[in-house]
């Protein structure tokens, strides 16, 4: 079966950059887009960025445009998210998620598979 895996979360001041790792497994993700959201206490999955596995192409929010950057390794089946500046209201839950075919995937119930989650804190 599918499933997505998220790695690298921890504590860090603001200003401070993380790696997020997310490893795929159980199906060919070639025709899938990839994306990140989050989830601060109280308050919906926010989208964060998406790429399409076959292309590379990468779509960000407003919120994280410049700062965040999102990259995939098909030899290692993983996708990344490279966070930069980091900011306190960066603080949340971080989810990898997959949606089969194409297009600008942005809401958290359009996607196929998502991942546990891995925690987010940045320090003022």
């Known amino acids: 079966q599918v499933q997505l895996v998220e790695s690298g979360g921890g504590l860090v001041q603001a200003g401070g950059s993380l790696r997020l790792s997310c490893a795929a497994s159980?199906?060919?993700?070639?025709?899938?887009?990839m994306g990140w959201f989050r989830q601060a206490p109280g308050k919906e999955h926010e989208f964060i960025a998406l790429?399409?596995?076959?292309?590379?192409?990468?779509y960000y929010a407003d919120s994280v445009k410049g700062r965040f950057t999102i990259s995939r390794d098909g030899a290692k089946n993983t996708v990344y998210l490279q966070m930069n500046s980091l900011k306190p209201e960066d603080t949340a839950v971080y989810f990898c998620?997959?949606?089969?075919?194409?297009?600008?995937?942005?809401?958290?119930?359009?996607?196929?598979?998502w991942g546990q989650g891995t925690q987010v804190t940045v320090s003022s």
């Open positions: 998620a997959a949606k089969g075919g194409y297009g600008r995937n942005t809401y958290w119930d359009e996607y196929d598979y």
């Open positions: 159980g199906r060919t993700f070639s025709s899938y887009n």
């Open positions: 790429i399409t596995w076959s292309s590379g192409s990468a």
